[in-house]
């Protein structure tokens, strides 16, 4: 099986930036459709961004379209969450998870492997 550490998240002002990132082991990373989720304190785990085993391919979550891009590198076997223009309801802790699925599933059960998360805290 895949497994997945996350890293980057911290403490931004309104409006700035924060690159996440979740670099995988154990299995052959182009072999899984990637994925984040977030989960704020009290609320349930919700889907963020998807992408393709090859990156070809993304969707993003309306209420971050415009202003997360969701990316990877197979040869780095990371995949990427660019967060711009945060805003205070973007605070969570923030999940990468990998698919064996060939789409680009919101659901959280479609994703068998999790990391452990990282906090996102945007101030106002």
């Known amino acids: 099986q895949v497994q997945l550490v996350e890293s980057g998240g911290g403490l931004v002002q309104t409006g700035g930036s924060l690159r996440l990132s979740c670099a995988a082991s154990?299995?052959?990373?182009?072999?899984?459709?990637m994925a984040w989720f977030r989960q704020a304190s009290g609320k349930e785990r919700e889907f963020v961004a998807a992408?393709?085993?090859?990156?070809?391919?993304?969707y993003v979550a309306n209420p971050v379209k415009g202003r997360f891009t969701i990316s990877r590198d197979n040869a780095k076997s990371t995949v990427y969450l660019q967060m711009n223009s945060l805003k205070p309801e973007d605070t969570a802790v923030y999940y990468c998870?990998?698919?064996?699925?060939?789409?680009?599933?919101?659901?959280?059960?479609?994703?068998?492997?999790w990391g452990q998360g990282t906090q996102v805290t945007v101030s106002s």
């Open positions: 992408v393709s085993r090859s990156g070809a391919s993304t």
């Open positions: 154990g299995r052959t990373f182009s072999n899984y459709g």
């Open positions: 998870a990998a698919t064996n699925s060939l789409s680009l599933p919101q659901g959280l059960y479609e994703y068998p492997y």
